[in-house]
């Protein structure tokens, strides 16, 4: 019999529980969900809105239903909706008559936002420390190539060139801001829908600040429609994910054009490539691809759902329920990504040497070559105008700029001198670069340091 059967004259259809069940999929929250229930029976006890042998008869109960779920011993039948009158269902069968008493001043809205909202935080904060684990995985990687020059690009066109470093820490940076959206939204979701009830509030003399505080909230939601119907952070959770997907998918598709025979910048361990079923030669980088691909997946549960909340009038409606299966999915994908993603990158080995010849071909040195000019005093757009035909020439001459002697610089300008060679000599076109976020070798060690901080800083904090 179902616990809000009073009003109906019939049972449900079986189609009907079937719908409409979403025990399913949030059994997941138990753990939330008796934790919560604690604190609340607790509050009612202290309260003495129920009296508080009854509140400690049901925090006992609920201690015993949390390890007995722990060890699944207890079964999630659809006969029970969802998890919170599982967890009422079977306390009542335990102490009969306290059990019933729990519900006092509360109800499934409040209770459903409590849930979601307390396993969602745990959720940011554990994902926050896999991206940082990736973070630590570049910084590790950037110090072993702070002189490994290869060629960066505009257009997928060798532009300038930079060093593997350089390269690293672009991606640190992307994924500091993740961590940072990730930190900010825990800050807005620290708010305890419970107490909210159905939509108005209650009338019984509840303590949200006391429940707060035994949960762990730092604040309460300020209004009791808000608090029920509020689904913000979950939107926003989805939108970081979403971004943070986005970057290890870029990530993902550079590693896997450098791991090529185009490229062969790279070459990923055995154990994070795989084979094919026909061509022996194959070696795949399938992690970087599947990355890649659950990308999609995440942004698709972050339309889904801003679907599912659009011209949702206030307050709670069941349409609601579908934030679960969503959210769920995007976490446990970038849960299931990340790791692998990390040790990937942490095994992966760097072939110098053909990043260095990559370099050597493109004319990532022209810029270089003709702020080489603008230094001897010509202004840079007559500079760029004369290397421009420098290349011209080095291409139907088959030549590099390296290799044209100082006879044919002079043919286009008489300012070129011996110290052209050095002036375009890649690794000072990548040591002189010392701007501000540049790839020499000073400014390559201050990006570490200031991500070596950004995580240190960020270690201790949930
Ligand atoms: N299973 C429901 C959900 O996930 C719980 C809230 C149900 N509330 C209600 N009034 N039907 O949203």
Redesign the pocket.
Known sequence: MKLWSGRFDKNTDQLVDELNA?ITY?NRLFREDITGSMAHASMLGKQNIIPQEEADKIIEALAGILADMEQGKIPFNISD????MCVEAELTRRIGDSGKRLHTAR???D??ALD?RMYMKNQVAEIRVLVMKLMEALVNLSEKNMDTIMPAYTHLQRAQPTTFAHYMMAYANMLKRDVLRLEDCLIRMDELPLGSG?LTGTTYPIDRQYVAEKLGFARVCENSLDGVSDRDYAIEILSDLSILMMHLSRFSEEIIMWCSWEFKFIELDDAYSTGSSIMPQKKNPDIAELVRGKTGRVYGSLMGFLTVMKALPLA?N?D??E??EQVFDAVDTVKACLPVFTAMVETMSVNKTNMRNAAARGFINATDCADYMVKKGLPFRDAYTIVGRLVNYCISSEKTLENLSLEEYKSFSPMFEEDVYNAIDLETCVNMRRSQGGPAYESVSAQVASIKKFLEDNANEA
């Open positions: 979403s949030d909706e969802d998890i919170h109800s499934r809205n209770q459903v979601f159905a709670y069941k609601m329920q934030d679960k």
